[in-house]
């Protein structure tokens, strides 16, 4: 599983609180006990108002690089603040997000067209969030048409199928389902990914409900996932998973995770 590391993000309260104070401490802390967690990437989104979002991320990125050498997923909805970002990110990570809205495509594509960035691309476009499969691999057909005009190539793409909250869904996540699956079927290298715990919004013991969820998921193809890496109980699911879907030789990542302390937590209540 690719490891998206959320919890740098000015969307939580307490990351808020530290970014308006320049609490440099609680953010390292952060970036590194996450990137211990074997994150993938770490996520920063500052979260701040457009007229001062360059300047906060350009210090949150500093501190972050500074914390640890896993790579950063530059997290911000404004594609032009994104691109303008990338020359102040010491080694190529995910730029996150683009999506079939207005021109963030014709904005980031060609920013990273001859680079070894990778990109989160949403299932959205100006007609808002799709309602149907059909219409959100539509979308999808919409993007993989740039990519290909801009020589990016599907394992450098990461695609969000848009999961929604579980408690206003009529189908669960069977949409979601078919999505994944098609997608994989057509283009087997490029990653699934998505916001874990965004399906359990507004449900009582949220937790469970993201485990059956990633469970589900990473039957169907998902590869790559937004989540907090410092949740044990989750992220030994997810090794589990792995293991019972033949993607872990001999059970070797799962068992390291086990030695190093990763996962370990989980069996303390045992």
Known sequence: MIIIAEKINGSIPSVAKAISEKDEAFLRDLA??????GATYIDVCSSVAPEVEFDTMRW???????????????????????????????????VNSVSGEGNKIDLVFPAIADTKWEVM????????????????LRVFDNIMAAAEKYGIAPNRIH????????????????????????????????????????ISFNLPARKLVNIGFVVLAMNAGMDSAI??????QLLGVIYATEALLGMDDFCMEYITAFREERIAAVNKKK
């Open 32 to 37: 590194v006990r996450q990137s211990e967690a």
């Open 227 to 232: 989540f907090d890496p410092l949740d044990k």
């Open 121 to 136: 691309a949403l299932l959205s476009d100006d007609t808002g969030i799709p309602k149907s499969a059909a219409d959100r």
């Open 159 to 198: 695609i969000d199928p848009l999961v929604e909250m579980l408690c206003t869904s009529e189908d669960g996540i069977a949409m979601v389902i078919e999505v994944i699956t098609s997608i994989k079927k057509r283009y087997p290298t490029i990653h699934i990914s998505g916001a874990v715990s965004n």
């Open 60 to 94: 949150m990125l500093d501190l972050v690089q500074d914390a640890t050498d896993t790579p950063i997923s530059v997290d911000s909805p404004n594609a032009e603040c994104l691109v303008q970002l990338l020359p102040y990110v010491k080694k190529p990570g995910l």
